[in-house]
């Protein structure tokens, strides 16, 4: 049996529609409009025991709404879901008991006290007997190097720091599914780092059950080997992420410098040019003529340094979302943009 | 391991927490009794002031000023141990639904009613408590009364009873966020209602207090809370009507009326709740 299964969970919302301005405020004071908003619509989706899946999607796709139907915060408007045996949004103690929900967006620690102070109320909130709480802190604090910081309160620690601790409280009833809603969302560089290299090795560790959104790609590239797509509630893609590039990156991109420093005005014959900072040149040439085009440069020009690579995902996916044909076209635009690293 | 969670110690644990936050902003723990023991005396003398004008309120009514004064003393418990509990948790809770946090409350595997009520407790409702506590032993003296064990045991009941119908009012107000979307006047809201349970049930008589009586007693039993407590150590100095005996029993079914239909509403808003944004 897979650890989590979902059959054709939809979920939708009324939502006040207000025009804008006074006179339609005090219209609505007497008659409202409701739109019917479709968050999820049908999604069927099966994770095992010990996978490492990411839950892709542009704002608004219905990634965060799974998530919280998994973890029975919310209740849908139709269809099933089973985590461990369990329907989530009956909200059983034992369920509850066995996963963890994380939001970057959302914290939990109390603020003005020190994380330990929460800590401690997790550990008689989930009854953790005394020695498997020391050892299973310790172990946590130890991997994301947060010790020091236990006795400092909440309010006074950085975003990463918090985001750590964040991570911690949710991990120290050692739950065996995990929902992680972009948790590096608004991190720097090396706390994204930081964060994304406990999650492997804790996952390693552990074997959990883990399932990911996010909107950078480093997150998915560094941790998931298994992809969900989802936009505007409907899961357009699952499978391997070098399926994604196998199927939608139609290109390579094809870097190179000369020898002599110049670049020529012809370099069009062999690909689309892409902006570059000169002496480097960057070519986006179409997969299966990646071999003829190298060999033409190698062979009329002087090479200092060249490389091949796929495109960055996030554009790989947005070509996705050109190919899907039932997507609304006027969305597209935004998806380059929403899926970017900032 | 044990499945269920030891609710006394989650609680000491809330008590434990509050304090060090409490200790951590000492200025404005401070600030906050000393606003509230202010309150206390203000109200104090005032109703000083109103029993120099009269020496009861009503005609035999029993209402002397220190059979009014354990009356007052009464409401100061009842709303020491609100405050301290339960009334920045009902804001917060309404707060968590507004802003989706509620979240949090719902993923952790105990009863979610009993988490969103008591875990922040303010400390400083303790000022408040303890002159609740000195105003009715300084008026037990004055009207020359001991009360017996058994009304001692009484009185503590009926003040849990007073709580649990003031408590049940504030938690299903506090929910009922979740299909107003926003419900910033509680505490207004809150301070109206039970403004009417601050004085004895006499002075509610005539065309417009008769209806005022009725409802706050049998509608939103807000005006028995403080009154059958009060009662069981004043009225035994004067003579009881049938009344009064069937306002016992009457406390007891009304406290469990309300928590029953508290506890339904606040079940009934988690299943509506929507949890905003992301």
């Not at chain 1, 006040?16 to 005090?26: F, N």
């Not at chain 2, 407790?121 to 017996?148: D, K, M, N, R, T």
């Not at chain 2, 207004?188 to 039970?194: A, G, N, P, Q, V």
């Amino acid at each position: 049996m897979a650890t989590i299964e979902i059959e054709r969970l939809a979920k939708s919302y009324h939502v006040y529609q207000k025009s804008e301005g006074l006179a339609a405020s005090i219209r609505g004071l007497f008659r409202r409009q409701y739109r019917e908003v479709q968050a999820v619509r049908g999604i069927d989706l099966q994770l095992e025991q010990g996978e490492f899946v990411a839950f892709l999607g542009p704002n608004g796709a219905g990634k965060t709404t799974t998530l919280k139907l998994l973890s029975g915060v919310i209740a849908p408007t139709s269809g099933t879901a089973r985590v461990m045996g369990f329907v989530p949004w009956h909200r059983d103690n034992a369920y509850r008991r066995r996963f963890a929900l994380v939001m970057g967006q959302k914290n939990q620690l109390w603020w003005d006290l020190p994380a330990q102070e929460s800590f401690r109320l997790h550990q008689q909130i989930y009854r953790i007997e005394p020695d498997r709480f020391d050892r299973t802190r310790d172990e946590l604090t130890g991997m994301l190097q947060v010790r020091q910081l236990l006795s400092q309160p909440v309010r006074e620690l950085s975003l990463g720091e918090r985001m750590k601790m964040e991570l911690i409280a949710a991990l120290l009833h050692s739950p065996e599914v995990l929902f992680l809603d972009e948790p590096t969302i608004g991190l720097d560089v090396i706390a994204q780092h930081n964060i994304q290299n406990f999650l492997r090795d804790y996952q390693q560790r552990r074997r959990v059950t883990i399932l990911l959104t996010s909107h950078y790609m480093k997150d998915v590239v560094a941790l998931c080997r298994r992809v969900v797509i989802i936009a505007w509630g409907r899961i357009i893609y699952d499978g391997s992420l070098e399926g994604i590039i196998d199927r939608y990156g139609g290109h390579k991109v094809v870097s190179f410098q000369l020898a002599d420093g110049q670049i020529p005005s012809d370099l069009g014959r062999y690909g689309e040019m892409l902006p570059e900072k000169p002496p480097r040149a960057k070519l986006r040439v179409e997969r299966s003529v990646v071999t003829d085009v190298l060999g033409r440069i190698l062979a009329n020009h002087a090479i200092k340094d060249v490389s091949v690579e796929d495109p960055p995902l996030e554009q790989v996916i947005a070509e996705m979302f050109n190919q899907a044909d039932d997507l609304p076209k006027d969305k597209l635009a935004e998806v380059p943009e929403l899926l970017s690293e900032e | 391991m044990h499945t269920r969670p030891h609710y006394f110690r989650v609680l000491l644990t809330f008590l434990r927490n509050s304090l060090v936050r409490d200790m951590t902003f000492r200025a404005n723990f401070l600030i906050d009794t000393i606003s509230s023991m202010s309150w206390v005396f203000m109200n104090l003398g005032f109703y000083i002031l109103v029993f120099r004008y009269t020496p009861t309120i009503g005609a035999n009514t029993g209402w002397g000023k220190h059979e009014f004064f354990l009356f007052l003393a009464t409401t100061l418990l009842i709303n020491g141990v609100i405050r301290g509990l339960f009334l920045s948790n009902a804001i917060e809770f309404s707060e968590q639904i507004r802003t989706g946090t509620l979240d949090f409350a719902l993923l952790k595997p105990i009863d979610t009613q009993f988490l969103v009520s008591l875990g922040r407790i303010e400390w400083s409702a303790i000022g408040p408590f303890a002159c609740g506590v000195l105003l009715l032993v300084y008026s037990l003296f004055q009207v020359h009364y001991l009360p017996g064990p058994l009304q001692m045991v009484l009185y503590g009941f009926y003040l849990l009873c007073g709580v649990a119908i003031y408590y049940s009012l504030m938690i299903a107000m506090a929910a009922t966020s979740v299909w107003l979307g926003r419900n910033k006047t509680l505490l207004d809201f809150w301070f109206y209602i039970t403004n009417f349970s601050r004085y004895p049930m006499e002075i509610y008589t005539g065309t417009y207090g008769d209806p005022i009586r009725w409802v706050f007693t049998f509608l939103v039993p807000v005006l028995i809370a403080v009154n059958v407590p009060a009662r069981l150590l004043v009225r035994p100095l004067s003579p009881q009507s049938r009344e009064d005996w069937l306002l016992l029993p009457f406390a007891v079914a009304a406290t469990l009326g309300s928590l029953i239909v508290s506890r339904w509403v606040f079940n009934r808003s988690l299943l509506s709740y929507r949890s905003a944004s992301s």
